[in-house]
């Protein structure tokens, strides 16, 4: 038996013995299943649950394997349909997951050659080095380093600082990641692989701030995007647009977290991370300016606009007061959160972020009542999740209105707001749910894909990536947007048409709405995988 029955939707990558495993099988022919190890005959039944999906009109009947639990792969088999589905039961399942996708940070890395032992066939030469024109005026600043945000060359503030918290998140909740060897010139070093390739783009966000003012300009781009070529190819003249409070607000929350991180291998770096998020934090004051960003004239990279910037400041008064302890901080955090409590783990809404650092904080004292409420709004909004995850078949945390530009990152950050539940509360529902979305993430979801390129039997092979278009391979362990149904480019127009929300991915270089990557969805991935794993 060779084929694959894409009836089947689960998770391509493997289940955990030890937790819930449910798979759904799309308009059977048959409700008579077998599972099957080694050519063995394991268990059989007659499927009989089911529901039809709200959205796609699908009749979709529940496997739940969750009794297996001995490692081994089996195949499920529908009697009197073709092909099989590859079901992995396995201790530590997303370790190489894990790892790919965090090396996916090493070779977006712009500004240094990465070599051929280092990168393989996504090897590249040394990329945008060249000193960068602000905007308007004659001046040129240098801005090397950094990650490449994105399936294109631009680097942007507000995307890598959320990158970054993610990422130091993740590193704080799971030891494992600590000891993971990225194979990154700094592997060598005493200071966890990590921790490297994080300083890596610090050391770029640092450079985007104006030394004299402290305001920290948005982004470094060229003025419009280019093909698909390697990095080095890109020519044009790259030009760094002006402040704006979105980035200084999320710069200066990323490099307060950031202190206590390299502290222990680095006093001059956190002596630095410290000065520059304070001079930050401070720029705020003097910053009236229409919220949100704008394009400056002739400039059509990515905006990352965001119109609202209370929750930027939110984040950033928390974060500075649980790195320093000063009472101004506090201040200016509860006056907020007094008012109302805020969400968000993506790179528009950020209010999560300041959450957790509020509800962490112990040197330095907090209110207990308001700590209270934030615990009571964060549950509420677990709860809000769970309402959607309850009529969906496919167990992921959307409703129609969900299925937008980047909604597996979505998705991903939905876990984590579970997780957080989960850890308040120690319900164990919770847990399961955040599961849930990951599940949703690696192959059970209504397009039947692994959504994270190289994984899985089905899953995306033509990103919308320009490295990957110029080496004519996906490069592995970058997490797509998913579901659009917007059809917010031409391919989704071509291709997705009346199709119902949830199956409005196409798997095509030229659906960026679809089938682009970025560093905060994969970041978001790797945040989730750390609570999980």
Request: charged share 25%; net charge negative; aromatic share 12%.
């Amino acid at each position: 038996m060779s084929t694959i029955n894409k009836k089947i939707r689960g998770n391509q990558v493997g289940y955990e013995p030890e937790f819930e495993k449910t798979l759904i099988i799309k308009d059977p022919t048959s409700l008579r299943y077998q599972l099957k190890k080694d050519e063995q005959l394991i268990e059989q039944g007659i499927l009989s649950k089911f529901s039809i999906h709200p959205l796609t009109r699908e009749k979709d009947f529940i496997c739940d394997l969750t009794h297996v639990k001995e490692e081994g792969v089996y195949q499920l088999i529908l009697e009197g349909m073709e092909g099989y589905f590859p079901f992995v039961v396995k201790k530590n399942c997303y370790e190489e997951l894990l790892i790919k996708s965090l090396r996916f940070f090493y070779l977006q890395r712009c500004g240094e050659s990465i070599p051929v032992e280092c990168a393989d066939e996504f090897q590249h030469r040394s990329c945008h080095d060249q000193p960068a024109r602000i905007y308007g005026t004659n001046q040129r600043i240098s801005v090397n380093g950094g990650w490449h945000d994105a399936g294109d060359y631009g680097r942007y503030i507000v995307a890598a600082a959320v990158t970054v918290a993610d990422l130091l998140l993740a590193f704080e909740e799971t030891q494992k990641i600590s000891a993971i060897n990225l194979r990154i010139p700094e592997s060598k070093l005493q200071i966890p692989d990590l921790l490297s390739e994080v300083r890596y783009e610090l050391e770029w966000m640092l450079s985007m701030q104006n030394q004299t003012n402290g305001q920290v300009y948005h982004k470094v781009t060229c003025a419009s995007f280019c093909g698909f070529i390697m990095p080095e190819e890109e020519q044009e003249e790259l030009v760094v647009t002006e402040p704006s409070i979105t980035a200084t607000a999320t710069f200066a929350a990323t490099t307060a977290m950031a202190v206590v991180f390299y502290e222990p291998f680095d006093e001059t770096f956190s002596q630095r991370l410290k000065q520059a998020s304070k001079a930050s934090y401070d720029a705020l004051k003097d910053m009236h300016m229409p919220e949100g960003f704008k394009n400056p004239e002739g400039v059509v990279t990515g905006e990352y606009g965001d119109g609202k910037d209370i929750d930027e400041k939110y984040w950033a008064a928390v974060a500075l007061y649980k790195a320093f302890g000063e009472s101004q901080y506090r201040e200016d955090f509860e006056t907020l959160a007094k008012k109302e409590v805020l969400h968000g783990y993506g790179w528009e809404e950020v209010g999560s972020f300041g959450n957790q650092a509020y509800l962490t904080t112990e040197k330095f004292p907090v209110d207990e009542n308001l700590r209270e409420e934030i615990q009571k709004q964060m549950i509420k909004k677990a709860d809000e999740l769970e309402e959607k995850i309850a009529i969906e078949p496919y167990g992921v945390s959307f409703s129609e209105n969900d299925y937008i530009w980047g909604s597996n990152m979505y998705a991903a950050e939905n876990g984590n707001h579970l997780f957080d539940a989960y850890r308040i509360t120690k319900n164990v529902k919770y847990l399961n749910y955040a599961r849930s979305q990951l599940h949703y993430l690696l192959g059970k979801n209504p397009c039947g894909y692994c959504y994270i390129t190289g994984f899985g039997f089905l899953s995306p092979k033509y990103p919308h990536h320009r490295p990957s278009s110029a080496v004519k391979k996906a490069m592995e362990g970058m997490l797509v947007g998913g579901p659009d149904r917007g059809l917010n480019d031409p391919a989704a127009v071509e291709f997705l048409k009346d199709q119902a929300a949830p199956c409005c991915y196409v798997d095509d270089e030229g659906s960026y709405s679809t089938n682009e990557v970025t560093i905060y969805w994969n970041s978001a991935l790797v945040y989730l995988l750390s609570v999980l794993i």
